[in-house]
């Protein structure tokens, strides 16, 4: 594997269930960013470092496949996937429709409990500093992750984790100045206030106005933006 260095960054694993904690060790690896997007990974070096025979990781693997985290490019081999400016668009197009039914189901079903969870995860998040660092992507992942999981709806979750792991992974790779990550950190607040009833924004507006703080035309690619219609110089 490309970039990796000799020295095991990892535990051993002693799970029964090793494909799934082989599959989260290696995601969480992608997300902070030791392992980066595009570079190819060995499947017997991860066995190695891992400490695993190769099949748990085969299988981990093509379930991040699965996940859209990894490509399998002919005749390659695996790659930690690497987004294009465009591909970030239509990633957050789809995400806010999708995201914006999360909050509005965790709005209706949140309880104490999930209250409280989101309430540690925003104190977190507003007492970081405004360094970037992959720990602040970690959090903003595990924010959102939270509301998702509140909703009941577990297919919404899985497809949400899905649809945006290669959006966080992106991110390490893009650390923002200092100035601008306290935009973005701050940016959770809304979201916070909406599934707690404590907003009248739609939840659709509180998605765009949220990543727009950190992407550039988020919505490039969805219905909610009126299309430019041309003018009369464009048609001459």
Do not use: C
Not at 2 to 16: C, E, I, Q, V
Not at 124 to 141: F, G, K, N, W
């Amino acid at each position: 594997m490309l970039g990796m260095p000799s020295k095991s960054t990892f535990a051993p694993l002693t799970n029964d269930t090793l494909r799934d904690r082989t599959a989260e060790v290696i995601s969480e690896a992608i997300i902070s960013g030791r392992i980066r997007p595009g570079e190819r990974l060995n499947e017997s070096q991860l066995a190695r470092e891992l400490r695993v025979s190769r099949a748990p990781v085969r299988e981990a693997l093509q379930r991040l496949q699965e996940q859209s985290l990894i490509v399998n490019v002919p005749r390659r081999g695996m790659f930690v996937v690497s987004l294009d400016d465009e591909d970030i668009q239509k990633i957050n197009s789809l995400r806010v429709i999708l995201e914006a039914e999360a909050l509005r189901l965790t709005r209706r079903h949140l309880t104490p409990q999930g209250e409280r969870r989101l309430a540690q995860l925003i104190t977190a998040i507003e007492s970081m500093h405004a360094t970037p660092t992959s720990q602040a992507v970690r959090v903003d992942l595990e924010f959102h992750r939270a509301i998702w999981l509140l909703t009941g709806n577990e297919y919404l979750e899985k497809t949400l984790t899905s649809l945006t792991a290669p959006l966080f992974a992106h991110l390490v790779l893009n650390l923002l100045r200092s100035e601008k990550m306290r935009l973005v950190l701050d940016s959770h607040r809304p979201l916070y206030d909406f599934v707690r009833g404590r907003s009248d924004a739609s939840a659709e507006d509180v998605m765009v106005a949220h990543l727009r703080v950190r992407y550039h035309d988020p919505v490039r690619f969805s219905s909610l933006v009126a299309p430019v219609q041309p003018t009369h110089a464009d048609t001459v």
